[in-house]
T-cell receptor
Framework: QKEVEQDPGPLSVPEGAIVSLNCTYSNSAFQYFMWYRQYSRKGPELLMYTYSSGNKEDGRFTAQVDKSSKYISLFIRDSQPSDSATYLCAMSLLNRDDKIIFGKGTRLHILP | DSGVTQTPKHLITATGQRVTLRCSPRSGDLSVYWYQQSLDQGLQFLIQYYNGEERAKGNILERFSAQQFPDLHSELNLSSLELGDSALYFC????????????????FGPGTRLTVL
């Protein structure tokens, strides 16, 4: 079983819809959870991070962590064409020297 | 623009050859990270340098090596190249050594696309 699983998509939704992106993971020791956004021909950029369980909201974006189910989600409200990108989930252990493990990314298309 | 620069943008070479990828971190950042991104493996951490010293190692092949120079720029050397080494290679930098989002965000460069023929 891979450490982090993410549906590659592509996921196409109409402008204004709520988008739900998800990852599952196998290592229950993961404590830090992140979402990166990667536009075509660009490097990833950090979008949101959460520590341990719970929700975190930033504007139109909400990150959710369910450690009991080993499942994390990113919700995008009022989606815009500019949200079209690949979204990568990422996570790491508590030890400060542990590397970040990335999902393969979900390609998202917001249709105008 | 993240402030991290990578050269070259594209590199096309043949199997068995050796190439060097270069990265300049953001001003003030002491850590440099190297990642490989391919369709089948996704984004994989290769190696991290902090202030000139190797800090952490990931899935880096023995044919690959890296170093960080006193001016903090870094180079990734790939030798005896194989077709499977074709990928996007990203460099990221952060201020500190942990690279953790909450205190030490990693900023990614635009990448170098390597094609091995």
């Amino acid at each position: 079983q891979k450490e982090v699983e993410q549906d590659p998509g592509p996921l196409s939704v109409p402008e204004g819809a709520i988008v739900s992106l998800n990852c599952t993971y196998s290592n229950s020791a993961f404590q830090y959870f992140m979402w990166y956004r990667q536009y075509s021909r660009k490097g990833p950029e950090l979008l949101m991070y959460t520590y341990s369980s719970g929700n975190k909201e930033d504007g139109r974006f909400t990150a959710q962590v369910d450690k009991s189910s080993k499942y994390i989600s990113l919700f995008i409200r009022d989606s815009q064409p500019s949200d079209s990108a690949t979204y990568l989930c990422a996570m790491s252990l508590l030890n400060r020297d542990d590397k970040i493990i990335f999902g393969k990314g979900t390609r998202l298309h917001i249709l105008p | 623009d993240s402030g991290v620069t990578q050269t070259p943008k594209h590199l096309i070479t043949a199997t068995g050859q050796r190439v060097t990828l270069r990265c300049s971190p953001r001003s003030g950042d002491l850590s440099v990270y190297w990642y490989q991104q391919s369709l089948d493996q996704g984004l994989q951490f290769l190696i991290q340098y902090y202030n000139g010293e190797e800090r952490a190692k990931g899935n880096i092949l023995e044919r690959f090596s890296a170093q960080q120079f006193p001016d903090l720029h870094s180079e990734l050397n790939l030798s005896s190249l194989e077709l499977g080494d074709s990928a996007l290679y990203f460099c990221a930098s952060s201020v500190g050594a942990s690279g953790r989002a909450e205190a030490d965000t990693q900023y990614f460069g635009p990448g170098t696309r390597l094609t091995v023929l």
